[in-house]
């Protein structure tokens, strides 16, 4: 098992609101790059959206369950056919996004008994989380070229760690970086 952290991120570290859907003052400084810089399978995920399990919080949930049900490309046919694990105590419902259920109990508990990986999808909290416990295995890290100053950062609060690093490729106007903790 594998749990991996996929996350847009500024070069001044911030990971919160790449698309302005949370209204920030600095939100959707990723989609300033137009949208080809966030289309498709950046993350480079592959069969890992049929053979692992995403790990959504409410938030990102609700975006995603508006926004992705709808579309058929094949990168869109692929998240929506994903199984998704929703981490929520005010959500009851989760049908609106197929193969969604709600986890149920305590979120560390339940990563550490889960068969096969699980991939985090934006969800800082839950990412910040598991990093505290010693659980991520893997960063995958869009670094947009956008300075914005103030914001959540992915690494706030983190305990002191040396990744290795794994790769990296050019995407449009980003880089995908790929770290291993282990």
Avoid: C
């Avoid at 991996?4 to 209204?23: C, H, N, Q, R, Y």
């Avoid at 966030?38 to 975006?63: C, I, M, P, Q």
């Avoid at 416990?133 to 960063?139: I, M």
């Amino acid at each position: 098992m594998s749990v991996i952290v996929t996350e847009f991120v500024t070069l001044d570290g911030v990971a919160e609101d790449p698309d302005g859907s949370g209204g920030t003052a600095i939100g959707g400084w990723a989609f300033r790059h137009g949208p080809e810089a966030v289309a498709g399978d950046k993350f480079r995920l592959g069969t890992l959206l049929e053979t692992g399990t995403l790990l959504l919080g409410r938030t990102t949930w609700e975006l995603f369950s508006k926004l992705w049900p709808g579309r058929t490309d094949e990168f869109s046919s692929r998240l929506n056919a994903a199984r998704k694990l929703v981490v929520s105590r005010t959500l009851t419902d989760v049908t609106a996004w197929r193969n969604s259920s709600l986890l149920q109990g305590d979120l560390l508990e339940a990563v550490e008994r889960h068969d096969g990986d699980l991939v985090v999808i934006g969800s800082i909290g839950i990412a910040q989380a598991l990093a505290r416990r010693g659980l991520v295995d893997e960063y995958r890290l869009l670094v947009f070229p956008s300075l914005v100053g103030a914001g959540r950062r992915l690494f706030d609060g983190a305990v002191p760690a040396d990744l290795r690093l794994v790769s990296t490729t050019a995407v449009g106007p980003a880089v995908l970086s790929t770290y291993r903790t282990r």
